[in-house]
């Protein structure tokens, strides 16, 4: 049996195991889970955090058959130890590394760019701009964050900060659980969904000292792109992406702070992330 | 083939695909790259953040064969698309959620517990209180955190804060990528390195709010435990807990907060975490 078939064959028998896993394919509503005050922190007279301080949560809860670009299942898991016969519980998971609200690091369209693990910790922790584009997502699923989209958000509220990461908030984060996230056409084949403009990230990188762009969709580029014109723009640049964000909705568009747990694997050309932001 | 045997086939050839890893089996020092302050957030006016916030990475680079509690390799990488072929990098990764500095939630050591995914942010986001036991573990290797310890840390620092994640640091991340970190002993299978005292998580249960605790080894139970005492008393009140944390040392005893980016993986037992500090 040839690798590749090896491969697939612990897939199908994990995928066969899924039911085991609470949950299913159902989702809790992760977008609802944002925007919680921690109070813990603000209580600790130690802590130097301002009191208001108020933290989100900015990560998609992650499942088995959580959406994926290409379509198939990118997450799969083996119980290894069992609670009732070995008195713990403990799964192997195999997962691609770009599933669920994850990085693109510079060497995921790069021959030798930076990994994910050597991100450093200062283009992790940053100020955050979000763009908010909702409206026009909700008319036009094929609608890209341009330029102008970027000179009105400077016009209202000054310039970029420096080292800031740019999130793009399409709204599309509450559809996570649905067809829609994909959504594919007519065609059967080409997806629609909102992205970056490849002249919005070469304005950036002309005119900022941006490090980061998110997007709350599954590709930093839109979804009828031919050619990831934007990922293959941004990332050989030097600096990250981020996919699949979410609760963008209760952030401002100026002020919040976002911190992204990115994973620190050697050599790893993106993978899950956990991350939060304080506004 | 059984399944089992399909997993051991699959390993073994990810395992010979190993050398493509860059980085192979040598550590680059991850201890030593704690401590980085964060300009750029600094530098934002629009950021919440006090100018002065230095924020410190916790987390050790992850590599294939880092070390493990049972002792066996826990993290298989398989390259799905190259640049050269594909014009984008995407590795496959297999890993036990126990491994790296990692999360281990209540489900870790329940039949029911919550799991990762459920711990709430404001359980993610607290004070951090840094037991400091580096001088004794130098001297004994299975030296355990005690109530001693915490009454100690108390009299110099004042109570424990609300909400609190107590942390060992025995100084054993500086270890990581030497058998000295498992250090197994004579009779060529127990391992001999800090934790915490059933006791002393006892006492935390009875007296404080704390929300979890973290060790700078392999595990919450010191190294020759027979029966994971503590993990079996912690786990089980819905608290969690962190192992394999790193930099310990570059954190002030009181005052600092800790940032766990735990993954979001629903019913997951644990993961790999981002862990930041700010002080």
Redesign the interface.
């Known amino acids: 049996m040839c690798?590749h078939c090896?491969?697939e064959?612990?897939k199908q028998?994990m995928l066969s195991r899924r039911s085991l896993?609470?949950?299913g394919a159902a989702v809790a509503g992760?977008a609802a889970l944002g925007a919680?005050?921690?109070?813990?922190?603000a209580?600790?007279?130690?802590?130097?955090?301002?009191a208001a301080?108020g933290?989100s949560?900015l990560?998609?809860?992650?499942?088995d058959t959580f959406p994926t670009y290409f379509g198939g299942q990118q997450?799969f898991?083996?119980k290894?130890y069992d609670?009732?016969k070995d008195?713990?519980?403990?799964?192997?998971?195999?997962?691609?590394?770009?599933t669920?609200?994850h990085i693109d690091a510079p060497?995921?369209?790069?021959?030798d760019g930076k990994s994910v693990?050597e991100l450093?910790?200062?283009?992790?922790?940053?100020?955050l701009v979000v763009i908010d584009i909702a409206a026009e997502a909700e008319e036009n699923p094929d609608v890209q964050v341009t330029p102008d989209h970027i000179a009105a958000w400077i016009s209202a509220n000054?310039d970029i900060?420096?080292?800031?990461c740019i999130a793009m908030n399409s709204g599309w984060d509450r559809h996570v659980a649905t067809d829609k996230f994909r959504n594919v056409g007519d065609d059967g084949k080409t997806m629609h969904f909102p992205g970056f403009h490849v002249e919005a990230v070469q304005m950036l990188m002309d005119e900022t000292s941006a490090?980061a762009i998110a997007v709350d969709t599954l590709s930093l580029d839109f979804g009828p792109s031919p050619d990831?014109i934007v990922?293959?723009t941004w990332l050989p640049s030097g600096r990250y992406g981020i996919e699949g964000i979410a609760n963008l909705g209760a952030l401002p568009a100026?002020?919040?702070?976002i911190?992204v747990?990115?994973?620190?694997?050697?050599?790893?050309?993106g993978?899950?992330?956990?991350?939060?932001a304080?506004?």
């Open positions: 690798h090896v491969i064959n612990v028998n896993f609470k949950g992760a919680l005050p921690v109070s813990a922190a209580q600790s007279p130690a802590a130097s955090m301002p301080a933290w949560d990560t998609h809860e992650l499942w997450l898991f083996e290894q609670f009732a008195t713990f519980n403990l799964y192997e998971l195999c997962l691609s590394e770009h669920g609200t060497l995921h369209f790069t021959a693990a450093p910790i200062e283009d992790l922790i940053c100020p000054g900060p420096e080292g800031a490090k990831f990922h293959n100026s002020g919040a702070t911190v747990g990115a994973p620190k694997v050697r050599g790893g050309t993978g899950p992330a956990r991350i939060f304080f506004a």
